[in-house]
């Protein structure tokens, strides 16, 4: 049975930082896609990043670019996602989501396997 347990989240001022972990059991982190998402209220599901299976190649969107940083660690099976110069804007309950496909998806709905997800406000 394949298990994705977020951690992490919190409350944060603007301009704070957050580390996010997703811990995965069921499943191997180096045959998969590992990607984040959020989602605000009021608003879909969006991707945030992925990190992909073969290379550990990035990416990332384009609103926390430069902010956000995902890293993978194999051997302990865990997903991080850290968090820098937040914004209000990035208060959202975040994901995490696992693919086993060749190509990193950035779509919700490519995703075979999903956390429960985590709180993260942003505000002072």
């Known amino acids: 049975q394949v298990q994705l347990v977020e951690s992490g989240g919190g409350l944060v001022q603007p301009g704070g930082s957050l580390r996010l972990s997703c811990a995965a059991s069921g499943l191997t982190l180096c045959s998969y896609n590992m990607a984040w998402f959020r989602q605000a209220p009021g608003k879909e599901r969006a991707f945030v990043g992925a990190?992909?299976?073969?290379?550990?190649?990035?990416y990332y969107a384009d609103s926390v670019k430069g902010r956000f940083t995902i890293s993978k660690a194999n051997a302990e099976n865990t997903v991080s996602l850290k968090m820098n110069s937040l914004k209000p804007e990035d208060t959202a309950v975040y994901y995490c989501?696992?693919?086993?496909?060749?190509?990193?998806?950035?779509?919700?709905?490519?995703?075979?396997?999903w956390g429960q997800g985590t709180q993260v406000t942003v505000s002072s």
């Open positions: 989501a696992a693919d086993s496909t060749a190509v990193v998806k950035t779509m919700d709905y490519d995703y075979d396997y």
């Open positions: 990190v992909a299976w073969y290379g550990g190649h990035t």
